[in-house]
């Protein structure tokens, strides 16, 4: 199991079946805020929703593909992080994460996604890291812009939200890169 000491008031873990009822509180506090980029709030409903989504997380680990780690910032489930898939072949992998609204502008996923580039790059020994951002995003996107990524282009029309499509920006951190970068905070 993944268990990430971040600093004194932040952790990163492996997101476990007895997470279900607080990530899904978290989830639905935070429903409206979330909805605006994250395609999957809508099909949350209830606990068992968020069980079924930390269950398929444990199989992603299992397979040897990634996993998902709950944000805790000073005991509480603050939001989420994961490797969405670990190609192995190719030494890559991309991250994903949100924060619920109540954590925001505490430096907690600057942190977080910084541990998680660190950990894919050095302890994973991957070769490249990529994250993708709604390109209206702009909160989202500051993650890798201050953490040195380099902007990589758009891909138009990525991602269905309800009612619309939105272009990705992708951003893109390789081992080489991560070396001369790695002590921004």
């Known amino acids: 199991m993944f268990k990430y000491i971040v600093d004194k008031d932040l952790e990163l873990k492996m997101l476990d079946i007895n997470h279900a009822e607080a990530l899904y509180d978290l989830t639905d506090a935070c429903r409206l805020y979330l909805r605006k980029w994250l395609p999957w709030v809508d099909d949350t409903k209830s ?13 992603q680990f299992a397979s040897n593909h990634g996993f998902q780690a709950g944000i805790w910032y000073k005991q509480n489930l603050a939001g989420v992080i994961g490797y969405h898939k670990v190609d192995w072949a190719n030494k890559s992998t991309s991250i994903g994460y949100w924060l619920g609204k109540d954590y925001q502008g505490n430096g907690i996923m600057i942190r977080a996604t910084k541990a998680f580039v660190e950990y894919a790059l050095t302890e994973l020994n991957l070769n490249r890291v990529e994250i993708r951002c709604a390109e209206k995003n702009y909160k989202s996107r500051a993650i890798p812009e201050r953490l040195g990524f380099t902007n990589e282009g758009i891909s138009r029309e990525t991602e269905w939200l309800y009612d619309h499509y939105v272009n990705h920006v992708i951003y893109g951190m390789l081992a080489s890169q991560w070396k001369g970068v790695r002590s921004i905070s």
């Open 47 to 59: 606990v068992e929703d968020t069980k079924a989504f930390i269950e398929m997380t444990k199989k």
